[in-house]
């Protein structure tokens, strides 16, 4: 098994490009299912969860070619036969599910295995589901799948009882093609949201409204080829920036979008750390005063994003003062604290609030990835830790963080990946 050796080596100073999106490139590519023309698709990171992803759309008969020196995707599902998402495939990622809605729009099914991915708590998708009945497809639910069927979905109005972006961006990509006109309410407002619509609009789709409350696609016959360039990856960006904190470093991030990441720099403002958004990009310096504690709350989008509560909570040990996180997202997103505690952090867990009391003297030692932004987290605790970290079962690492430790060892980072 392969691992990660962190050491403390000092403030991280210099310059770091940021990749495209995971979470805008995986919806992007499962709805290139919605034409049978050649879709183009730049600056896709190279990431195992795009690898899966790849290999899921080939076993549905799309052409795929792939050139990740370029980070470029083409992608052509002209002799699409398949409606069926190969379970060996699907249970290793959760974005396996964005499938189902284009399969549906264009095939008139959909078979898809309940979806895997990081253990941080229940994620169903009833919503996805309820989203597609309203539509007008029927269900049918076995011991691991659930199927649905339509000849032709219908517009609807839905309203979410949560503000899901894998149902919000399912259910708009069915409805691209769908009979009529759709409304959803109570949507996800998520960045990579407006970037799916936007894909799907140079598609030919009619959507507007994202990144409201309320989104409208009126439906359309075909969808035709189109090229994307997908937006920055806000929380590698985020991950950065802490990065640069945790170590009291220097750091300029460039290919950002600095109003995806509000919230994470109010933070760290408040933390002590001056953020410039700057003409050639984001740049995080924490070598000016001693940094201080701030209290953290994860909200849906535009609130502070739960893939960086951990990270965030890495660099909270660090600080001088108590802090307080409070989890209101996923109820399972906490198992990074008994690694971090294993360095010394002392944390403690009151319900769904965590207690960080500070100053701690952070001691490398041999911890384990339990999700992907906990294994980043324990990569950034381990640059600000006295020795040695060995990080194991590292693959959730890198579902997500493209080319992690040559970016990190760019900037002055000791670290290696060993098997």
Known sequence: MAKFLVKDNGPLTGEVTISGSKNSVLPIMAATLLSDEECVICDAPDLRDVDVMCRLLEGLDVEVNA??????????????????????????MRASILTMGPLLARMGSARAALPGGCAIGARPIDLHLKGFELMGAELEYGANYVEARADRLRGAKIYLDYPSVGATENIMAAASLADGTTVIENVAKEPEIVDLASFLNKMGARIKGAGTDTIKIEGVERLHGTKHIVIP?????????????????????????????????????????????????????????PLVATDIKTLPYPGFPTDMQSQFMALLTTVEGRSTVIETVFENRYMHISELNRMGAN??????????????????????????????????????A??????????????????????????????????
């Open 347 to 384: 944390i403690t867990i009151e319900g769904r609030s965590a207690v960080i009391p500070g100053s701690t003297h952070l001691v490398g030692c041999q911890v384990m990835s339990t999700d992907l932004r906990a294994g980043a987290a324990l990569v950034l605790a381990g640059l600000a």
């Open 67 to 92: 050139d990740f020196k370029e980070n470029i995707l083409s992608l052509r599902a002209v002799n699409v036969t398949r409606n069926e998402v190969p379970f060996d495939l699907a249970k290793r």
């Open 233 to 289: 990856d806000r929380i590698e960006m985020g991950t950065f920036m802490v990065a640069a904190a945790i170590t009291r470093g220097d750091v300029l991030l460039r290919n950002v979008v600095p109003d995806h990441v509000r919230p994470v720099i109010a933070k760290l403002r408040e933390c002590g750390c001056l953020v410039e958004d700057t003409q050639e990009g984001l740049r995080v310096r924490a070598n000016e005063k």
């Open 386 to 419: 006295e020795g040695t970290t060995e990080i194991s079962e590292i693959y959730h690492i890198e579902r997500g963080y493209s080319q992690f430790v040559e970016k990190l060892r760019g900037i002055g980072a000791d670290i290696s990946r060993v098997d």
